[in-house]
Nanobody, 115 residues
Framework: QVQLVESGGGLVQPGGSLRLSCVASANIFATTGWYRQAPGKERELVASITRSGSTNYADSVKGRFTISRDNAKNTMYLQMNSLKPEDTAVYYC???????????WGQGTQVTVSS
């Protein structure tokens, strides 16, 4: 079972930026993605990237977030700019196989956008 460790979250003011990182314990050949879960809401996929670098974004983050991955380092990133209070959530990473998360969830990293 691949282990996933997210980091980089924190408290930031509206309009600010954060860069999240996700390190996997093994090389992941599948598409990978960033999910988030806000209090009282279901976990949602916000961005995904194939091994070759093709990306997709949820409409709510398009133009503000950028997903990337370094296959040699088993690491994925999420650059988040122009953050809004509604981006507040715990952010998780995972591989996506047949459209569903493949591995056990990590602990996530908390992102709080507030003045």
């Amino acid at each position: 079972q691949v282990q996933l460790v997210e980091s980089g979250g924190g408290l930031v003011q509206p309009g600010g930026s954060l860069r999240l990182s996700c390190v996997a314990s093994a090389n992941i050949f599948a598409t990978t993605g960033w999910y988030r879960q806000a209090p009282g809401k279901e976990r949602e996929l916000v961005a995904s990237i194939t091994r070759s670098g093709s990306t997709n974004y949820a409409d709510s983050v398009k133009g503000r977030f950028t997903i990337s991955r370094d296959n040699a380092k088993n690491t994925m990133y999420l650059q988040m700019n122009s953050l809004k209070p509604e981006d507040t959530a715990v952010y998780y990473c995972n591989a996506i196989i047949n459209g569903v998360p493949a591995f056990r969830w990590g602990q996530g990293t908390q992102v709080t956008v507030s003045s």
